[in-house]
């Protein structure tokens, strides 16, 4: 049927600000499901409360509201709009239960608002673990043996019933927020209090633990009509036990049988079409014993998922971008497939390729924290890899993950002996599979660690084939070793950093010869159908192949470096960096190319740029692109700290850097020689002195006199820095900093206790500076600018002390000769103004003042980093009444126990903007209080 011509308008409710179990992915969802109804003619109204995301920029939805996600707020969009209809699915569990809360009290049908895409009786069928298990009962599906408690005398007697290892699942909740293995009684209090002060019904499901169970997860979509398509089927490389956020993931399934694989299928599309008034995507979880292949249910989400995204990367598949058409009446074979552009959107994706998702962690951020993964998910980020085999796409995600993996396998650093390895096996931590293989290496059997973790034997061969390649090489130096060797390294994804090490010579010289014998990168399509229909997505991941399916134009060519997987101080406002650099480069008539390697973002839809590289952002894969499409040049300063470190290398190969060069990042990033320049332009600092060693960085804090702030180069959020009081502290942490960071020069600073600080944007042509916000936080320094409530406009700053920031920050900007964007801090006390830092890239603050101003700040660094426009070419008028406070985010309640007090390192997942009219409101006067009593100690 065509779609439903009364629905005119439509409210899209976003999932607020980025934490711990719901990230970036709803912002890609939200993101595409907003284009695809303007596509329709529908006036599409978004409330989302996430400065740092392009769902909320101006180009994505009809009217933008950035507003607190709550049932007021709802109203308020209501009594402004004439709403016809409410998508709460595109918005991760925030959406659903705020729908829910809504429509509890009566508010859409006040305002004659429909839910499109899923009802509210859908919503409680799956999310309500009661009404789940009864109906999958109803149906026929197998589920593990449980009761739901909504008391904490019920949970103990229902587990007495049931008997241990129990799992208990909170109602209603996401990223398996207080979900928890409970093995003996004496941790079945804590478990249950827990689980049922997270569930918002205050209702746990008490279930019994299928512990080394095989786990899978079927994307799906349906339409009105009943129909219903598998869009992709992803099988956990981690057992049950292990949320699927934390678990490593590979699509297409490896290890399922035709058999289990149809039966599955037949549960998963008889539960779709049972769910009841619901058409769009949805998620489904089962898990399979491996003994006998017995199948029971684990849950389906009535929404886009965070496999969703991952899922629609992996395929090629716009998921949210269909899912919002079934919403509005469109069934399936009345849709276009978006990737052939002649077939329709009722078909299954065939993948001739192997995606490998692997999850990025941040404990180093959360000292003390348990580091065991289980039923709630820890993971701030993730990867996803594309290769032609399992055991390549392993590795390039490896590569990816931005933690100094080379591949599967850290070297240069001690291993652990057999016995150590084995003993970290029991329990599964962050770095579980790179112990896998180190065990394999140290000659454990396939059939022990199969035994110990309960993962599949088919993955665990598939890494013992790395692991016996890896030994003959060690057999090898580079003048040795056989050519079959090492093309068969490099198509299992070798980079050459590891042959490097395992050869015995430099990357340089790996790639030279490789490249001399034709061991070089093809790149293949993703085109959903595995080359059945041709494709016109230009969408490519590189393999090791004889044909080559990447064309490069005639055109003039920009590549756009992203910042890899989302981690504490680098998240997702890069990625609308990103997106907004993809947008200039086109308006400036060149061909704009995006290489990244995170599946959540927007930056890397199938169609955002005119051609994207799904690969890491790892020096070996760029260059490779770089060789193949020779493009005008490269901008990095758009991907963070990921894209920055690049540098270097783009430098020494005589790759044009787009903006500011190199040598002049080098100095703003380098501490020690922007501390030499700031001297040599008489700009305050505080005392500093750089030191390799302990002996050094003593004698350097006798002369700046402590408290003393010891950071390294060429870092980001903060990483490893520390205030310390006294030489004990001081010679602790260079030992810590020594250890992680090898070469790393040391700056140790004077530490300015109890002042104010502030920070500049600011965008600069080569004549003219123009400053984007002076942010103002309101905590005192010392806490990380990414850990502080701002302000903006500056609030309590003398127009003296503002009006010096803005002339330090054009004066650096000048010294340093930037095309583009800069970020400055500065510290002001007595009234005297100090220069922190500068940062010569777009920064965590840049879509904050964009979106609090309503300017479009990116698009505008873009194209004076391109030299194709001058900041005269530009009428900016900055909208905003009031003040816009950033609000920073943390999510602690993942880490019980953790020490939740903020320091120079940054530790928030996310942020929320908060718009107030003057200083006199509450929330403003309560946060100054805080900061007022902390001056006065």
Same mark, same amino acid.
């Given at each position: 049927?065509?779609?439903?011509?009364?629905?005119?308008?439509?409210?899209?409710?976003?999932?607020?600000?980025?934490?711990?179990?719901?990230?970036?992915?709803?912002?890609?969802?939200?993101?595409?499901?907003?284009?695809?109804?303007?596509?329709?003619?529908?006036?599409?109204?978004?409330?989302?409360?996430?400065?740092?995301?392009?769902?909320?920029?101006?180009?994505?939805?009809?009217?933008?509201?950035?507003?607190?996600?709550?049932?007021?707020?709802?109203?308020?969009?209501?009594?402004?709009?004439?709403?016809?209809?409410?998508?709460?699915?595109?918005?991760?569990?925030?959406?659903?239960?705020?729908?829910?809360?809504?429509?509890?009290?009566?508010?859409?049908?006040?305002?004659?608002?429909?839910?499109?895409?899923?009802?509210?009786?859908?919503?409680?069928?799956?999310?309500?673990?009661?009404?789940?298990?009864?109906?999958?009962?109803?149906?026929?599906?197998?589920?593990?043996?449980?009761?739901?408690?909504?008391?904490?005398?019920?949970?103990? @007697?229902?587990?007495?019933?049931?008997?241990? $290892?129990? *799992?208990? !699942?909170? #109602?209603?909740?996401?990223?398996?927020?207080? =979900?928890?293995?409970?093995?003996?009684?004496?941790?079945?209090?804590?478990?249950?209090?827990?689980?049922?002060?997270?569930?918002?019904?205050?209702?746990?499901?008490?279930?019994?633990?299928?512990?080394?169970?095989?786990?899978?997860?079927?994307?799906?979509?349906?339409?009105?009509?009943?129909?219903?398509?598998?869009?992709?089927?992803?099988?956990?490389?981690?057992?049950?036990?292990?949320?699927?956020?934390?678990?490593?993931?590979?699509?297409?399934?490896?290890?399922?049988?035709?058999?289990?694989?149809?039966?599955?299928?037949?549960?998963?599309?008889?539960?779709?079409?049972?769910?009841?008034?619901?058409?769009?995507?949805?998620?489904?979880?089962?898990?399979?014993?491996?003994?006998?292949? @017995?199948?029971?249910?684990?849950?389906?989400? $009535?929404? *886009?998922? !965070?496999? #969703?995204?991952?899922?629609?990367?992996?395929? =090629?598949?716009?998921?949210?971008?269909?899912?919002?058409?079934?919403?509005?009446?469109?069934?399936?074979?009345?849709?276009?497939?978006?990737?052939?552009?002649?077939?329709?959107?009722?078909?299954?994706?065939?993948?001739?390729?192997?995606?490998?998702?692997?999850?990025?962690?941040?404990?180093?951020?959360?000292?003390?924290?348990?580091?065991?993964?289980?039923?709630?998910?820890?993971?701030?980020?993730?990867?996803?890899?594309?290769?032609?085999?399992?055991?390549?796409?392993?590795?390039?995600?490896?590569?990816?993950?931005?933690?100094?993996?080379?591949?599967?396998?850290?070297?240069?650093?001690?291993?652990?002996?057999?016995?150590?390895?084995?003993?970290?096996?029991?329990?599964?931590?962050?770095?579980?599979?790179?112990?896998?293989?180190?065990?394999?290496?140290?000659?454990? #059997?396939?059939?022990?660690?199969?035994?110990?973790?309960?993962?599949?034997?088919?993955?665990?061969?598939?890494?013992?084939?790395?692991?016996?390649?890896?030994?003959?090489?060690?057999?090898?130096?580079?003048?040795?070793?056989?050519?079959?060797?090492?093309?068969?390294?490099?198509?299992?994804?070798?980079?050459?950093?590891?042959?490097?090490?395992?050869?015995?010579?430099?990357?340089?010289?790996?790639?030279?010869?490789?490249?001399?014998?034709?061991?070089?990168?093809?790149?293949?399509?993703?085109?959903?159908?595995?080359?059945?229909?041709?494709?016109?997505?230009?969408?490519?991941?590189?393999?090791?192949?004889?044909?080559?399916?990447?064309?490069?134009?005639?055109?003039?060519?920009?590549?756009?470096?992203?910042?890899?997987?989302?981690?504490?101080?680098?998240?997702?406002?890069?990625?609308?960096?990103?997106?907004?650099?993809?947008?200039?480069?086109?308006?400036?008539?060149?061909?704009?190319?995006?290489?990244?390697?995170?599946?959540?973002?927007?930056?890397?839809?199938?169609?955002?740029?005119?051609?994207?590289?799904?690969?890491?952002?790892?020096?070996?894969?760029?260059?490779?692109?770089?060789?193949?499409?020779?493009?005008?040049?490269?901008?990095?300063?758009?991907?963070?700290?990921?894209?920055?470190?690049?540098?270097?290398?783009?430098?020494?190969?005589?790759?044009?850097?787009?903006?500011?060069?190199?040598?002049?990042?080098?100095?703003?990033?380098?501490?020690?020689?922007?501390?030499?320049?700031?001297?040599?332009?008489?700009?305050?600092?505080?005392?500093?002195?750089?030191?390799?060693?302990?002996?050094?960085?003593?004698?350097?804090?006798?002369?700046?006199?402590?408290?003393?702030?010891?950071?390294?180069?060429?870092?980001?959020?903060?990483?490893?820095?520390?205030?310390?009081?006294?030489?004990?502290?001081?010679?602790?942490?260079?030992?810590?900093?020594?250890?992680?960071?090898?070469?790393?020069?040391?700056?140790?600073?004077?530490?300015?206790?109890?002042?104010?600080?502030?920070?500049?944007?600011?965008?600069?042509?080569?004549?003219?500076?123009?400053?984007?916000?002076?942010?103002?936080?309101?905590?005192?320094?010392?806490?990380?600018?990414?850990?502080?409530?701002?302000?903006?406009?500056?609030?309590?700053?003398?127009?003296?002390?503002?009006?010096?920031?803005?002339?330090?920050?054009?004066?650096?900007?000048?010294?340093?000769?930037?095309?583009?964007?800069?970020?400055?801090?500065?510290?002001?006390?007595?009234?005297?103004?100090?220069?922190?830092?500068?940062?010569?890239?777009?920064?965590?603050?840049?879509?904050?003042?964009?979106?609090?101003?309503?300017?479009?700040?990116?698009?505008?660094?873009?194209?004076?980093?391109?030299?194709?426009?001058?900041?005269?070419?530009?009428?900016?008028?900055?909208?905003?009444?009031?003040?816009?406070?950033?609000?920073?985010?943390?999510?602690?309640?993942?880490?019980?126990?953790?020490?939740?007090?903020?320091?120079?390192?940054?530790?928030?997942?996310?942020?929320?903007?908060?718009?107030?009219?003057?200083?006199?409101?509450?929330?403003?006067?309560?946060?100054?209080?805080?900061?007022?009593?902390?001056?006065?100690?």
């Amino acid at each position: 049927m065509p779609k439903d011509s009364s629905i005119k308008s439509v409210l899209i409710i976003g999932s607020g600000p980025i934490i711990i179990g719901q990230a970036c992915e709803f912002d890609y969802s939200g993101s595409q499901a907003a284009r695809s109804l303007r596509e329709e003619g529908i006036k599409v109204v978004l409330i989302n409360s996430n400065p740092a995301t392009i769902m909320t920029d101006p180009m994505m939805a009809d009217k933008v509201y950035l507003l607190p996600l709550t049932v007021e707020s709802i109203e308020q969009i209501l009594e402004e709009h004439q709403i016809d209809a409410v998508l709460p699915t595109m918005g991760g569990q925030t959406a659903l239960n705020l729908c829910k809360e809504v429509d509890e009290l009566g508010i859409w049908q006040k305002y004659n608002v429909r839910l499109i895409g899923v009802d509210i009786k859908a919503i409680d069928k799956a999310e309500d673990r009661e009404q789940f298990r009864q109906w999958m009962i109803q149906l026929g599906v197998p589920v593990a043996p449980a009761r739901t408690a909504n008391s904490f005398l019920e949970g103990k @007697e229902f587990a007495q019933e049931i008997g241990f $290892p129990l *799992v208990i !699942r909170p #109602s209603f909740t996401l990223g398996g927020t207080g =979900g928890g293995f409970v093995h003996s009684k004496d941790e079945l209090d804590e478990a249950l209090q827990r689980g049922l002060q997270a569930s918002p019904i205050h209702e746990v499901l008490v279930e019994k633990a299928v512990l080394g169970w095989k786990e899978f997860e079927l994307e799906l979509l349906r339409d009105s009509n009943d129909n219903v398509v598998i869009i992709c089927t992803v099988e956990n490389l981690d057992p049950m036990g292990i949320h699927t956020g934390d678990s490593i993931t590979v699509a297409p399934a490896m290890t399922l049988s035709d058999t289990s694989f149809q039966d599955m299928r037949n549960k998963a599309i008889m539960m779709m079409r049972d769910l009841g008034n619901f058409a769009g995507g949805c998620n489904v979880q089962f898990s399979q014993n491996p003994a006998n292949e @017995e199948l029971i249910a684990i849950e389906i989400n $009535p929404r *886009v998922s !965070r496999s #969703s995204a991952l899922a629609s990367k992996a395929t =090629g598949y716009p998921i949210a971008k269909i899912a919002a058409k079934l919403a509005i009446g469109y069934t399936l074979d009345e849709l276009e497939n978006q990737i052939t552009k002649t077939t329709s959107a009722f078909f299954e994706p065939a993948l001739d390729y192997v995606i490998v998702k692997m999850p990025r962690w941040n404990f180093d951020k959360f000292k003390g924290a348990d580091q065991t993964l289980g039923l709630q998910m820890k993971s701030v980020g993730e990867v996803m890899a594309i290769g032609r085999t399992f055991p390549e796409a392993l590795q390039k995600a490896c590569q990816s993950l931005e933690n100094d993996a080379l591949g599967l396998g850290y070297y240069g650093k001690s291993l652990m002996s057999s016995e150590q390895l084995l003993e970290r096996m029991k329990t599964p931590t962050w770095d579980r599979i790179f112990r896998i293989k180190d065990a394999l290496m140290a000659g454990v #059997s396939v059939k022990h660690l199969h035994q110990m973790t309960y993962i599949d034997k088919w993955f665990l061969n598939q890494i013992n084939d790395i692991v016996t390649l890896e030994k003959q090489l060690l057999e090898f130096d580079l003048n040795t070793v056989p050519n079959d060797l090492l093309s068969e390294a490099k198509k299992m994804g070798f980079s050459d950093m590891q042959l490097t090490h395992l050869l015995d010579c430099e990357e340089d010289e790996v790639y030279a010869k490789r490249k001399a014998l034709g061991i070089t990168r093809t790149f293949k399509m993703v085109d959903t159908c595995a080359a059945e229909f041709e494709a016109k997505t230009p969408y490519f991941y590189s393999t090791f192949d004889t044909e080559n399916e990447s064309k490069p134009t005639d055109k003039k060519k920009v590549i756009v470096l992203g910042s890899g997987p989302n981690r504490i101080g680098q998240g997702i406002e890069f990625d609308y960096c990103c997106t907004h650099g993809l947008q200039a480069i086109q308006e400036s008539g060149y061909e704009a190319i995006m290489v990244n390697c995170n599946p959540e973002t927007v930056s890397t839809d199938f169609d955002m740029a005119d051609k994207l590289y799904f690969e890491p952002v790892f020096w070996e894969h760029l260059w490779e692109i770089i060789e193949l499409e020779k493009p005008e040049g490269v901008i990095v300063q758009l991907g963070g700290q990921t894209a920055l470190k690049l540098a270097k290398r783009l430098e020494e190969k005589g790759v044009k850097i787009i903006g500011t060069s190199f040598d002049n990042m080098d100095i703003a990033e380098d501490r020690g020689r922007f501390s030499d320049l700031l001297k040599d332009l008489g700009i305050p600092y505080p005392n500093y002195g750089t030191a390799y060693n302990t002996d050094d960085a003593i004698e350097v804090a006798k002369e700046v006199g402590y408290p003393v702030l010891v950071r390294p180069s060429y870092v980001l959020g903060g990483q490893r820095m520390r205030i310390v009081i006294n030489e004990e502290e001081l010679e602790t942490s260079v030992l810590s900093l020594l250890k992680h960071l090898p070469g790393n020069k040391i700056l140790i600073d004077h530490f300015l206790d109890r002042c104010q600080e502030a920070e500049i944007d600011g965008i600069f042509d080569g004549d003219d500076f123009h400053v984007m916000g002076v942010m103002e936080h309101i905590e005192p320094a010392g806490i990380h600018s990414g850990d502080s409530n701002a302000l903006l406009p500056s609030f309590n700053l003398t127009p003296l002390e503002v009006t010096t920031m803005e002339f330090y920050a054009e004066k650096i900007a000048r010294a340093l000769n930037i095309r583009g964007l800069i970020n400055i801090q500065f510290a002001i006390k007595n009234g005297q103004v100090f220069v922190i830092e500068a940062n010569p890239r777009a920064s965590r603050t840049t879509p904050f003042i964009a979106k609090a101003y309503q300017v479009p700040y990116l698009n505008i660094a873009t194209k004076v980093m391109l030299g194709a426009k001058k900041l005269k070419d530009f009428t900016i008028e900055k909208n905003l009444k009031g003040f816009a406070i950033k609000e920073p985010v943390f999510s602690f309640n993942k880490f019980p126990g953790v020490n939740k007090e903020l320091g120079p390192e940054m530790k928030s997942t996310g942020e929320a903007i908060r718009f107030i009219k003057d200083l006199r409101d509450p929330y403003f006067r309560t946060l100054y209080k805080e900061k007022s009593m902390y001056l006065s100690k």
